[in-house]
T-cell receptor
């Protein structure tokens, strides 16, 4: 399975945009890019996913590089509640493929 | 909707004991999964089910059994608990495959 690489941590200021990077240089053509986040002492929460085109939803935007070897999760206006571990995951739609969570990136939000 | 519920929230077992972690969802989702999360680590898939009566192994299935007799419930059984199974266990469900999974609040298990 293709792997993702994320920084260990990132800090941001409240009410400012946050760009969380993810590298996936070995991504295959049928790998979807998923993002989940996990708030302290809670289960993970789905954020967004995409294949080739940029995606927007009520929580965030996902910007995918043209060569698909990297992507960026964009939180348009960080709040204190956005402080969490964010996981960037590749998921192949082939048979027997599952989601594999790495260690993620810990986002801290300063008031 | 309650979403995905898990019981118990906390459990302490002695080595060799068995127990069942309960998971239920009220969203009529076909897919359900069990993950474990060790300190400072991401989640690892234990078992999953694509529908009632169908289960399959994930990345770390040894020491665990599952069954899926109804769409709503997906219990995880520890056959003979070991200290290496000390972890936080999360159950998840989704309508289609591993897309947009909904996770439960977790069960924190300690095996002494």
């Amino acid at each position: 399975d293709a792997k993702t690489t994320q920084p260990n941590s990132m800090e941001s200021n409240e009410e400012e945009p946050v760009h969380l990077p993810c590298n996936h240089s070995t991504i295959s053509g049928t790998d979807y890019i998923h993002w989940y986040r996990q708030l302290p002492s809670q289960g993970p929460e789905y954020v967004i996913h995409g294949l080739t085109s940029n995606v927007n939803n009520r929580m965030a935007s996902l910007a995918i590089a043209e060569d698909r070897k990297s992507s960026t999760l964009i939180l348009h206006r960080a709040t204190l509640r956005d402080a969490a571990v964010y996981y960037c995951i590749l998921h192949n739609t082939g048979a027997n493929s599952k989601l594999t969570f790495g260690k993620g990136i810990t986002l801290s939000v300063r008031p | 909707n309650a979403g995905v519920t898990q019981t118990p929230k906390f459990q302490v077992l002695k080595t060799g004991q068995s127990m069942t972690l309960q998971c239920a969802q009220d969203m009529n989702h076909e897919y359900m999964s069990w993950y474990r999360q060790d300190p400072g680590m991401g989640l690892r898939l234990i078992h999953y089910s694509v529908g009632a009566g169908i289960t399959d192994q994930g990345e770390v299935p040894n020491g665990y059994n599952v069954s899926r007799s109804t769409t709503e419930d997906f219990p995880l059984r520890l056959l003979s608990a070991a200290p290496s199974q000390t972890s936080v266990y999360f159950c998840a469900s989704s309508q289609q495959g591993f897309y947009e999974q909904y996770f439960g609040p977790g069960t924190r298990l300690t095996v002494t």
